[in-house]
């Protein structure tokens, strides 16, 4: 056998060792048995999925909370009473500038309010009125303060108009519009009105000022 040819055999039997080699090493990757973490993910998801759910629901809470908060403080503030309102909240009026036998019409929220300084005679006509013959019973002492200064609401309680003051048939109120009447302690005596005129809340703060509000 020639040199060359026992070269070629031994060069074939490398190739046919390195090809069994090869095939021998591809057997034992391929019998390799990789770790199963199927089980485990498939019981880890209900929990993430139920996790992310959580999450999202707290986060739209907390999101829908704050929104929330910003709409009601936004209402509220433009719900505010204006510092005009506020300054007319209360009214203060000084006494000493309405005469015994006078009334005076001043302007509280917006509305009027009579305050009418009685002479005796006048409170004694008020008292001496049998209030289980008005429509609307109330005594005198029960509308008033001090006997001498009554203070009310200078609208009509039948379709809110303002009456007139020292008239009518009871020498009290009038109102034109419908024929109300009220007498001097502003009770309906006569006409379509269902109620006495209104007695706001007030206070004197001392003998000379009168705190309507």
Known sequence: ????????????????SSIRSLSTTSSVL????????????????????????????????LLSAAGAKSTVEAFLSSMAASA??????????????????????????GKPVFIRH??????EEANNVNIKTLRDPQNDADRVQKPEWLVMLGICTHLGCVPIGEAGDFGGWFCPCHGSHYDISGRIRRGPAPLNLEIPAYDFTDDETLLVG
Not at 89 to 103: H, M, S, Y
Not at 118 to 123: F, N
């Open 1 to 16: 056998m020639s040199s060359l040819a026992f070269r070629s055999l031994r060069s074939g039997s490398a190739l046919k």
């Open 30 to 61: 391929s019998s390799y048995k990789h770790p199963d973490y199927t089980t485990y993910l498939n019981n880890k998801s209900d929990d993430a999925s139920r996790n992310l759910t959580y999450f999202m629901v707290g986060s739209m809470g």
């Open 84 to 109: 005009d309102v506020l300054a007319m909240a209360k009214v203060e009026v000084k006494l000493g500038a309405i005469p015994e036998g006078k009334n005076v019409i001043i302007k509280w929220q």
């Open 118 to 123: 009685r002479t005796a005679d006048e409170i």
